[in-house]
C-alpha cells in the first residue's frame, strides 16, 4: 500500500481488513509505505511488525492539470478545440441563451 500516509476512510478500511487477514494468515505479507509517516505508530497498529528505513531523497516535481494537457497537446474534441477559461464561459453562456 504505497502512500499509507494519505488518509481517508477507504484506506483506513483497508488497513483494518489488511489487519485482519495478517491475524488469520501469519504467511500473509503487507508492505506499508510512505515516505513521511510515523512508522512506529504503524507498526505499533500491526501488532510490532518490521520497520525498513529506505535512505532517498526527494525530487522537485511539477504539477499539471488536466487544462494544462489539453492546451499542451491542442487536443480535439468532437473536431473543435476545447476552450478554457474566460473563452469557455463565454460559450457556454451564448449556448445557454439559445
Not at 507498526?43 to 494537457?69: H, K, M, S, W
Request: net charge negative; charged share 25%.
Amino acid at each position: 500500500v504505497d502512500e499509507v500516509h494519505e488518509r481517508s476512510v477507504d484506506s483506513d478500511f483497508l488497513l483494518i481488513v489488511l489487519r485482519e487477514a495478517l491475524a488469520a494468515n501469519p504467511n500473509l505479507r503487507v508492505v506499508l509505505m510512505s515516505a513521511t509517516l510515523d512508522a512506529s505508530l504503524f507498526a505499533d497498529y500491526f501488532g510490532g511488525c518490521a520497520v525498513l528505513n529506505i535512505p532517498g531523497r526527494t525530487f522537485p516535481i511539477t504539477d499539471f492539470t488536466i487544462e494544462d494537457a489539453i492546451e499542451r497537446t491542442g487536443y480535439l474534441a468532437r473536431g473543435k478545440k476545447l476552450l478554457l477559461g474566460s473563452d469557455a464561459e463565454q460559450e457556454l453562456e451564448a449556448l445557454d441563451q439559445a
